[in-house]
Structures are given as structure tokens and as C-alpha cells.
């Protein structure tokens, strides 16, 4: 027969599978919540890396732009038409003013706290400086040692542009990923 034990322990078993149940579900709807967050985080962070690379991209299109013009010009030397020395003019200009796209890069990457990152783009912006300055449009000439500097600041930014470009693919993929 059914006595007031039975009954007792019975709603006591019933109470404690309800209250377990109402515990995992609390426990599943904050996990799935704070993974939703987890997940957005990183696809925030992804859209901002990508928008860092958008704009290298721009100043090193610019960038090319004028390495092949400067190339043309220490070939020609004086003998290069005013034409394509306006034109150089031109496009040095460009990437003064698309400099603009690299501040926001390193900007961006201080936000998302990645300083090494900022560091070597911030690096790579001064040797394309420093290789502007070195050839401009009213230079003459150039001596050998000057065409072995050009070829050698050529080659690091090459170098120091793939470097960067390994470093963000590296933190472009969520640590989970990997």
C-alpha cells in the first residue's frame, strides 16, 4: 500500500529532478549565451583585422605604384620626360595622402591591443617614408651605391610587409580554430 513515506519520497524525488532540470537548463542558456558573445567577439575582431589588411593593401597598391615609376626613373635618369616625372609626382602624392589608411590600421591594432603588430606596420610605413625621400623628381641622377641602397630598402619592405601579413593571418584565426 502507498503510506506517507512512499508519497513523501516520492514528490522529494520529483522536486529533485525538476529543480536538477531548471539548473541545466539555467546552465545551457547562459553556456549558449556566452559562447553567441564569445562567437560575435570574434567576428567582430575578424571584420577590424580585415579592414587593418584592406588598408595595407591600399597604401602597398599605391606603394607599387610608385616603386614601378621610381624603378623607371633610376633607369632614365635625366633623360626621363617631364611628363612621367609629374606622374611620379603624382603618385608620390597619392601615398602621402593614402598614409592616411595606415595610421588607421595602426590605430586599429592598438585598439585590439595587438602592439607588436602596430610596431612592425608602424616600421614598414617609415621605410616606405625614407625610400620617398630618398628619390624624388628633381633628382638627376643616381650613383651606384644609391641604386644599391634603392634595391636594398626595396627588398625590406617587401620582407617587412610579409612579415606583418604572416603575423595577421596568425591572430586572424580564433585560438579555438586552431
Known amino acids: 500500500m502507498i503510506t506517507l513515506e512512499l508519497i513523501d519520497t516520492g514528490v522529494k524525488i520529483a522536486a529533485g529532478v525538476i529543480l536538477s532540470a531548471l539548473v541545466f537548463w539555467f546552465y545551457l542558456k547562459r553556456h549558449h549565451s556566452l559562447d553567441h558573445k564569445q562567437s560575435e567577439d570574434v567576428r567582430k575582431r575578424r571584420e577590424l583585422l580585415e579592414r587593418v589588411a584592406a588598408n595595407v593593401g591600399r597604401v602597398h597598391h599605391v606603394y607599387q605604384q610608385y616603386l614601378s615609376l621610381v624603378t623607371e626613373f633610376t633607369r632614365y635618369g635625366q633623360h626621363w620626360p617631364k611628363s612621367r616625372r609629374e606622374e611620379m609626382n603624382r603618385v608620390g602624392q597619392q601615398l602621402v595622402e593614402v598614409f592616411r589608411d595606415l595610421t588607421e590600421a595602426e590605430s586599429t591594432l592598438l585598439l585590439l591591443g595587438e602592439k607588436k603588430l602596430e610596431r ?26 644609391e641604386l644599391h641602397t634603392l634595391d636594398e630598402a626595396k627588398q625590406e619592405i617587401s620582407q617587412l610587409r610579409e612579415r606583418f601579413f604572416d603575423a595577421l593571418s596568425t591572430r586572424y584565426m580564433p585560438k579555438k580554430a586552431l
Open 120 to 145: 612592425a606596420l608602424r616600421i614598414y610605413g617609415a621605410r616606405i617614408v625614407h625610400l620617398r625621400r630618398q628619390v624624388h623628381a628633381d633628382k638627376q641622377q643616381f650613383s651606384g651605391e
